[in-house]
């Protein structure tokens, strides 16, 4: 028998490493791995999943029209060049399969998100990490990076792990010095956290500038990554394409009304957002009057830097004593650091003094 094998760059991926949700022998969990909004799903989006049960038989609405409108409507966007899909990956799927391939190359920064580098190979593209400068990205090395097969550039703002936002003038300035047949694809998925008036999560640039795209979540502020939706802005020649491939149902009735529901929930993003400021803020205080260095973040978690990958494992053992998992970060090249999402008050408080006395103790 001969054997059955995938195309030669698909075992060259690394299987993506979701965030825990259990620690054995430990009943209660504060589940601060994978940057879920603080506050679980809106009230209404629940509602809403619940009153779709009875029309589970019937195919969704394949263009998400009612949840184009509304996104549209709630950032001041064209719903003709919103397309939906199955969490923000999907869309970043369907870019980076239809742009990228084969003879391609992909460019990213060295601590971007993982999503890129495996859809990137997922694609036959080669994927280029471009070294940081201080977990920064660095405009110039990435620009000069780009060679004549370079069609795809992806860039995380604010960035998940480090929470680092590039300022509005680097990213004008990277769009600059492309070339107009390299996409900057602009994932936007903690833009409600970004707290500097500068910021533009994307939607200017894709109006501005040429090949453009911003991808988006309902995943982060509204609560709703269990649903898998997010949504990306185009412009029109990009929206068609992606609309030939995508799935015709890609996003399921379920998703479509808990999303629109989300979007409507009174006051829900501005309490969010003024929760994740003031904690965001206080946790990175008592991190760092313990002796941790905490690197900025336009976020809803933080980048704990233990400076030693022994001591971020001792950390994470003692995290994990008190029921608390957060993301460590060796896939991410950067195994002496822990991320840690912003939770509750109460959370934060938790993971503070677990923390605290870590450190007290070494
Ligand atoms: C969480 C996250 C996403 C969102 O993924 P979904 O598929 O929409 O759940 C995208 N990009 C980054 C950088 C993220 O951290």
């Known amino acids: 028998m001969t054997a059955m094998l995938p195309r030669p760059t698909i075992l060259t991926i690394e299987p993506y490493a979701p965030g825990a949700s259990k620690v054995a022998g430990v009943n209660r969990i504060t589940k601060l791995s994978s940057n879920e909004g603080a506050f679980g799903p809106p009230p209404g989006a629940m509602a809403a999943f619940i009153e779709t049960a009875a029309e589970l038989h019937r195919y969704p ?30 869309i970043l799927l369907h870019l980076i399969m239809s742009y990228g391939g084969e003879g391609t190359e992909l460019i990213m920064s060295a601590h971007g998100f993982t999503m890129y580098d495996i859809t990137g190979r997922y694609a036959g593209c080669q994927v280029i990490k471009v070294p940081e400068r201080d977990l920064k990205p660095d405009v110039d090395a990435m620009l000069a990076a780009v060679g004549p097969r370079t069609r795809i550039l992806c860039l995380a703002n604010p960035n998940n792990p480090t929470g680092y936002l590039l300022p509005a003038s680097e990213v004008a300035r990277l769009r600059a010095g492309l070339r107009d047949d390299v996409m900057l694809v602009l994932d936007a998925a903690y833009a409600e956290y970004v707290t500097d008036p500068s910021y533009d999560a994307g939607s200017q640039m894709v109006d501005s500038a040429p090949n453009t795209v911003m991808t988006r979540t309902f995943s982060k502020i509204f609560g709703l990554g269990g649903m898998r939706v997010g949504w990306g802005y185009f412009p029109a020649h990009i929206a068609d394409i992606i609309n030939r491939i995508r799935g015709p149902f890609n996003v399921n009735i379920a998703a479509q009304a808990a999303a629109v529901a989300a979007l409507a929930e009174p006051g829900w993003v501005e309490k969010s957002i003024a929760h994740n400021t003031e904690w965001r ?12 260095k905490i690197w900025p973040s336009e976020g809803n978690f933080l980048l704990a830097d233990f400076t030693s990958t022994e001591r971020a494992k001792a950390a994470d053992v003692s995290l994990k004593a008190r029921g608390v998992i957060e993301r460590g970060m060796g896939g991410y090249g950067l195994p002496h650091c822990l991320r840690i999402t912003v939770g509750t008050g109460e959370e934060c408080t938790l993971v503070a003094d677990t923390l605290s006395a870590f450190m007290h103790d070494l």
């Open 61 to 90: 609405d394949g263009g998400s029209t009612a949840l184009r409108e509304a996104i549209g409507a709630r950032f001041g966007l064209d719903p003709a060049r919103i397309i939906c899909g199955a969490g923000s990956d999907e």
């Open 281 to 292: 803020a206080k946790l990175a205080t008592a991190l760092e009057a313990s002796g941790i």
